[in-house]
């Protein structure tokens, strides 16, 4: 078992920057990514780390803009957002798996990582 608690979200005005952290607690995580979902629309994956063999991928819509990163000590993912987007705007969840097949030539998506967190909210408007 994972649990995973989410921090860092708010709101933000466009070309703003915020920066989640994703703490986890229980067995060793293999990958933690993070999705978002905005209202009307499916979940989406946003990125992803490999603490098995540190690879990292991106979602198209956020390269160059957001960056993912691990902190073994504290057992923290974290994701810093930059010139963030009113297209940005979602709920962003922190997900776990602990095979690390899951990240290690993509992503993976959601059904992929069983075990997820409660969610924090990201706003961006002017």
């Known amino acids: 078992q994972v649990h995973l608690v989410e921090s860092g979200g708010g709101s933000v005005q466009p070309g703003g920057s915020l920066r989640l952290s994703c703490a986890a607690s229980?067995?060793?995580?293999?990958?933690i990514a993070w999705f978002r979902q905005a209202p009307g629309k499916e979940r989406e994956g946003v990125a992803s780390i490999s603490f098995t063999h540190g690879r990292t991928y991106y979602a198209d819509s956020v390269k160059g803009r957001f960056s993912i990163s691990q902190d073994n000590f504290k057992n923290t993912v974290s994701l810093q957002l930059n010139s963030l987007k009113s297209e940005d705007t979602a709920m962003y969840y922190c997900?776990?798996?602990?095979?690390?097949?899951?990240?290690?030539?993509?992503?993976?998506?959601?059904?992929?990582?069983?075990?997820w967190g409660q969610g924090t909210q990201v706003t961006v408007s002017s």
């Open positions: 997900a776990a798996s602990l095979s690390p097949l899951t990240c290690i030539w993509n992503m993976g998506s959601a059904p992929d990582y069983p075990y």
């Open positions: 229980g067995s060793s995580s293999a990958c």
